[in-house]
């Protein structure tokens, strides 16, 4: 007897509306991009610029912790930085995470 009153108060007329069944998805979707996936895709648009625009004589840090000049650049995918004195290597240019700008130029106050 308990049990088919049970049943009897849960059986609903069928008259919800079905988008408010996807409501709670649609905004987690929504929240998802706002917060995660806008910022991530200007990020790269960012960093997509920032590599295409290097230029001779950039101080670069790769992301492998590499600290160089930008001594040539070989093509869109290449670049040789100088990360010592006579120390030039090859380095893919999407591997560059950070320009530090053109170095300031040195001071020649010794020789006055």
């Known amino acids: 007897m308990f049990i ?3 049943l009897a108060q849960t059986a609903g007329t069928g008259a919800e509306n079905p988008i408010m ?5 649609i905004l987690i979707i929504a929240v998802f991009y706002f917060l995660m996936i806008r910022p991530q895709q200007k990020r790269v648009k960012e960093h997509k610029a920032m590599v295409e625009a290097l230029r001779r004589g950039d101080s670069v840090i790769t992301a492998g912790g590499l600290v160089g ?3 040539k650049v070989i093509d869109e995918n290449e670049v040789e ?4 004195d006579g120390v030039k290597v090859k380095v893919i240019r999407s591997t560059i995470s950070t320009v530090r700008g053109k170095p300031a130029p040195a001071n020649d106050t010794a020789k006055k």
Do not use: H
């Open 69 to 71: 000049k930008v001594s």
């Open 21 to 25: 069944g996807f409501l709670p998805f």
């Open 4 to 6: 088919s009153d049970a």
């Open 81 to 84: 930085l100088e990360i010592a």
